[in-house]
């Protein structure tokens, strides 16, 4: 069964802290991505990678920086959290080639006071 | 970036009932996708149509890609209270996978 697991369900931060936010993903994908999603918007991309070490910013990228040292692992990173950072964060994989089917993880809600 | 707006943004319907969404855009997609997405949980893929005019059927879902490739519709028949959930359709728009994602629907079918 494939799996793509986020490190918290649940996140609460104040503003200013700096928040790390972790996916896993088991199926080998090359593709991994960060998304927000808020109501009425969809999910908007922030930033997206295609290989360890490579990323490339997608829609949003304002306020986040990412880290991919190894394959299986994507990490977001809000340097210094504000409010209008709260929302569900989805992160996915997929494959680099075929039918670019995204898995995705359970997401992340962050709350930011 | 390629907008793909959805409509309508929220259906009630009960048990038994037909609806029909609908995915547009402007711009040309090399596939488009259809999710659904329950509470608490990320999107699941239900299907992907490649092929303008292409219709695939899933049970009693029905997913149709337009013609000129740039709009799609996902229709259900008989509607059943495990299909409530958030649908979201997305198009492929680049060779790396990157999607652009509608708004969604949320889709709620009451007993």
């Known amino acids: 069964d494939v799996k793509v697991t986020q490190s918290s369900r649940y996140l609460v931060k104040r503003t200013g802290e700096k928040v790390f936010l972790e996916c896993v993903q088991d199926?080998?994908?090359?593709?991994m991505f960060w998304y927000r999603q808020d109501p009425g918007l969809g999910l908007r991309l922030i930033y997206f990678s295609y290989d360890v070490k490579m990323k490339e910013k997608g829609d949003i990228p304002e306020g986040y920086s990412v880290s991919r040292e190894k394959k299986e692992r994507f990490s977001l990173i809000l340097e210094s959290a504000s409010t209008n950072q709260t929302s569900m964060y989805l992160c996915?994989?997929?494959?680099?080639?075929?039918?670019?089917?995204?898995?995705f993880g359970p997401g992340t809600r962050l709350t930011v006071t | 970036t390629q907008l793909l707006e959805q409509s309508p943004q929220f259906l009630s319907i009960q048990e038994g009932e037909n609806l029909t969404v609908y995915c547009n855009s402007s711009?040309?997609?090399?596939?488009l996708q259809w999710y659904r997405q329950e509470p608490g949980e990320g999107p699941v893929l239900l299907v992907t149509?490649?092929?303008?005019?292409e219709v695939k059927k899933l049970k009693r879902l029905t997913f149709q890609f337009g013609d000129a490739r740039k709009d799609s519709s996902l229709h259900i028949t008989a509607a059943q209270t495990g299909d409530t959930g958030l649908y979201l359709c997305?198009?492929?728009?680049?060779?790396?996978?990157?999607?652009?994602f509608g708004a969604g629907t949320q889709v709620v079918v009451t007993p």
């Open positions: 711009s040309v997609f090399s596939s």
């Open positions: 996915a994989s997929s494959p680099l080639k075929g039918s670019y089917e995204q898995y």
């Open positions: 199926m080998d994908h090359e593709n």
């Open positions: 997305a198009g492929l728009y680049d060779s790396w996978g990157k999607l652009q």
């Open positions: 149509v490649v092929t303008g005019g």
